[in-house]
């Protein structure tokens, strides 16, 4: 099955799901709804575009702190996370886990067509 059309049947799922699930968060500027509060919280911030956390690189400005320390990992060129296996780092925590399924022996995305199999979903995207 193509990989494009298992995307398209998930978020297909997730929407209907989602739209079974109530709604009773508001956001007190934009009138979007929530299912909950925490989320409706983190939107009003980015809604009343209160950014107070400034990139001393380039100037952007982030609503949260960790939204910066993420930008400044790209802005300065670390990587600060790596794999303990191999020792190989990363600017991206989910780029490092994503790289960790090729240490775990398990080959687990599979091509439908031709029935290799693929350690990570990025080899099995780039054979189809």
């Known amino acids: 099955m193509c990989v494009v059309v298992q995307e398209e049947r998930y978020v297909s799922g997730h929407l209907k799901r989602m739209q079974n699930v109530e709604h009773p968060f508001l956001c007190d500027i934009c009138n979007k709804s929530f299912s909950w509060q925490s989320c409706r919280?983190?939107?009003?911030?980015?809604?009343?575009?209160?950014?107070?956390?400034?990139?001393?690189?380039?100037?952007?400005?982030?609503?949260?702190?960790?939204?910066?320390?993420?930008?400044?990992?790209?802005?300065?060129?670390?990587?600060?996370?790596?794999?303990?296996m191999c020792k190989k780092s990363f600017k991206y925590r989910t780029v490092l886990k994503n790289h960790q399924v090729v240490h775990n022996g398990e080959h687990s995305f599979v091509c439908d067509m031709c029935k290799k199999s693929f350690k990570p979903q990025s080899y099995l995207t780039t054979h189809l």
């Open 41 to 84: 919280t983190k939107h009003e911030i980015i809604c009343n575009v209160d950014h107070p956390f400034l990139c001393n690189v380039c100037k952007k400005s982030f609503s949260f702190q960790g939204n910066l320390r993420v930008h400044l990992h790209t802005q300065m060129g670390e990587h600060p996370f790596s794999c303990h």
